[in-house]
């Protein structure tokens, strides 16, 4: 092997005091100016690797969600086409579409921030200095999946990208299943997780590979479907070759990965993702540990 059980255990470590410092400084700098905009009109809350506990040393950001509570969008993918019918009739626009939303999330931004701010494809970002980290900043709207047309069953957010993609998330069950999932793997799932950015951003910094091959979200899923039979407490040597060995085998037989929501597919129409990236990416992993 080319790394040892102590470098493993190092990976694993969560961000330092000081980089959870810079994270809270522009969460709150961040949070301060959309609600001189928005008021209470929208909610604010975190997603991504800060927010689930898997964010690594020395590349920590911040994803920064602020939904728009007063209107929503629907995912009808649970009702048949009569019952979607009845339920658009139910519903009307609210006259406030997602580019006028976007657009003054960015204005809201640039009176505080100026130049710092970058309007990017899938949100807006606030470049960090030398007191905060770097933030994206995600407007979007509620979106609302009914089961039928008396309940809902889950709530998610939904937004496009700059060029037009719709993209739909469940941040809030992505963090809870997360939790159960480290909390049933003697905590060696984020553990995991840590340990495979790690080694993703030492093969880009190499490039070996490229740093759109596999995202922190992507590895999230990814290592959320491994059984959890496959942690093994105390070692984490043996932990991460089950893991890599596991999505191996199941990316060569196309097996369909949830999203750690467990309310999406991994691998579907909606994502560029493919079976193959995943493959290469643990082919990758596996070679740089040096099992």
Same mark, same amino acid.
């Given at each position: 092997?080319?790394?040892?059980?102590?470098?493993?255990?190092?990976?694993?470590?969560?961000?330092?005091?000081?980089?959870?410092?810079?994270?809270?400084?522009?969460?709150?700098?961040?949070?301060?100016?959309?609600?001189?905009?928005?008021?209470?009109?929208?909610?604010?809350?975190?997603?991504?690797?800060?927010?689930?506990?898997?964010?690594?040393?020395?590349?920590?950001?911040?994803?920064?969600?602020?939904?728009?509570?007063?209107?929503?969008?629907?995912?009808?993918?649970?009702?048949?086409?009569?019952?979607?019918?009845?339920?658009?009739?139910?519903?009307?626009?609210?006259?406030?579409?997602?580019?006028?939303?976007?657009?003054?999330?960015?204005?809201?931004?640039?009176?505080?921030?100026?130049?710092?701010?970058?309007?990017?494809?899938?949100?807006?970002?606030?470049? =960090? +200095?030398?007191?905060?980290?770097?933030?994206? /900043? $995600?407007?979007?709207?509620?979106?609302?999946?009914? *089961? !039928?047309?008396?309940?809902?069953?889950?709530?998610?957010?939904?937004?496009?990208?700059?060029?037009?993609?719709?993209?739909?998330?469940?941040?809030?069950?992505?963090?809870?299943?997360?939790?159960?999932?480290?909390?049933?793997?003697?905590?060696?799932?984020?553990?995991?997780?840590?340990?495979?950015?790690?080694?993703?951003?030492?093969?880009?910094?190499?490039?070996?590979?490229?740093?759109?091959?596999?995202?922190?979200?992507?590895?999230?899923?990814?290592?959320?479907?491994?059984?959890?039979?496959?942690?093994?407490? =105390? +070692?984490?040597?043996?932990?991460?070759?089950? /893991? $890599?060995?596991?999505?191996?085998?199941?990316?060569? *037989? !196309?097996?369909?990965?949830?999203?750690?929501?467990?309310?999406?597919?991994?691998?579907?129409?909606?994502?560029?993702?493919?079976?193959?990236?995943?493959?290469?990416?643990?082919?990758?992993?596996?070679?740089?540990?040096?099992?």
């Amino acid at each position: 092997m080319n790394i040892t059980e102590n470098q493993l255990i190092a990976w694993s470590r969560p961000v330092s005091d000081s980089e959870d410092a810079m994270c809270q400084r522009a969460i709150t700098q961040i949070t301060e100016a959309l609600r001189a905009k928005f008021g209470t009109k929208v909610s604010i809350f975190l997603q991504g690797s800060y927010r689930n506990n898997t964010n690594v040393r020395k590349n920590s950001d911040v994803d920064i969600v602020m939904r728009f509570d007063d209107a929503f969008y629907s995912d009808l993918v649970r009702l048949n086409a009569a019952d979607a019918a009845i339920y658009n009739a139910r519903h009307t626009d609210y006259g406030y579409n997602f580019t006028q939303l976007k657009n003054d999330t960015e204005q809201a931004l640039r009176i505080v921030f100026g130049d710092d701010v970058k309007r990017k494809n899938k949100c807006i970002e606030v470049r =960090g +200095n030398t007191y905060r980290v770097t933030a994206d /900043v $995600i407007p979007c709207f509620t979106l609302r999946r009914p *089961a !039928n047309l008396e309940r809902i069953e889950a709530e998610g957010i939904k937004f496009y990208s700059e060029t037009n993609q719709e993209i739909i998330s469940f941040p809030n069950q992505h963090y809870e299943n997360g939790t159960s999932k480290t909390n049933n793997t003697y905590r060696l799932y984020k553990r995991m997780v840590r340990i495979l950015k790690v080694i993703n951003n030492r093969l880009i910094d190499d490039n070996k590979i490229s740093d759109k091959l596999a995202s922190s979200f992507f590895i999230e899923c990814l290592v959320y479907n491994v059984p959890d039979h496959y942690f093994i407490n =105390g +070692n984490y040597t043996q932990t991460l070759r089950n /893991v $890599i060995s596991k999505i191996y085998e199941d990316m060569q *037989a !196309n097996a369909n990965y949830k999203e750690v929501s467990c309310l999406l597919w991994l691998f579907d129409s909606r994502s560029p993702r493919t079976h193959k990236d995943a493959l290469d990416f643990m082919q990758h992993c596996w070679n740089f540990v040096g099992y």
